[in-house]
């Protein structure tokens, strides 16, 4: 299983970014996935939940209605789309799979948002 997260970058405060997540190494389309998120000093948060065929998703309170969760099963990939971005959605951003009773990450990308 492998999970490959990319899109993040330093970004001003309400400007928007969209991470990607390519997964490889097992049924994508069979699997629900889940974006995390790690301030520095703080623990890792559940950010959003998508269900395997996409049409059941799930917010954190503090992201909702400014991040959307989406995914395209014959890509393999799922995507956070992040609009109106604050300074403490600042972290580094994992996606995360659980296929065959076990819980994979990605290694991560970074969110800076700052003026």
């Known amino acids: 299983v492998q999970l490959v997260e990319s899109g993040g970058g330093l970004v001003q405060p309400g400007g928007s970014l969209r991470l990607s997540c390519a997964a490889s190494?097992?049924?994508?389309?069979?699997?629900?996935m889940r974006w995390f998120r790690q301030a520095p000093g703080k623990e890792r948060e559940l950010v959003a939940v998508i269900s395997s065929a996409g049409s059941t998703t799930n917010y954190a309170d503090s992201v909702k209605g400014r991040f959307t969760i989406s995914r395209d099963n014959p890509k393999n990939t799922v995507y956070l789309q992040m609009h109106s971005l604050k300074p403490e959605d600042t972290a580094v951003y994992y996606c995360n799979a659980r296929p065959y009773e076990l819980s994979y990450w990605g290694q991560g990308t970074q969110v800076t948002v700052s003026s």
């Open positions: 190494g097992f049924p994508f389309s069979s699997y629900g």
